[in-house]
């Protein structure tokens, strides 16, 4: 199975914006259906943004208005926007296919209040 790597993800004041990006690990993979996940401390895991194959895209309602999905199909890399940042973000951020196969290891993102 393929594996995704994260990173881009760091400790930014509330109203900050961060860039995560997300690369498979190994060969490549076939284009398929993306999604940005998070898992706060203490809660599951849950599916913040979604983007087709196609480039359709959908938002958990907290972050909608907020964070942008993106994709570079020839480069194999998924991208999410997140600006206007807020403590309740805070958590680790994974990078899957939707739905999920193999996790990876994560990035961490704190807003500090």
């Known amino acids: 199975q393929v594996q995704f790597v994260e990173s881009g993800g760091g400790l930014v004041q509330a109203g900050g914006s961060l860039r995560l990006s997300c690369a498979p690990s190994g060969r490549t993979f076939s284009i398929s259906n993306m999604g940005w996940y998070r898992q706060a401390p203490g809660k599951q895991r849950e599916l913040t943004a979604f983007i087709s194959s196609s480039g359709n895209t959908n938002y958990a309602d907290s972050v909608k208005g907020r964070f942008t999905i993106s994709r570079d ?30 996790w990876g290891q994560g990035t961490q993102v704190t807003v500090s209040s």
């Open 73 to 102: 199909n020839a480069k194999n890399i998924v991208y999410l926007q997140m600006n206007s940042l807020k403590p309740e973000d805070t958590a680790v951020y994974y990078c899957n296919r939707v739905p999920a196969g193999m």
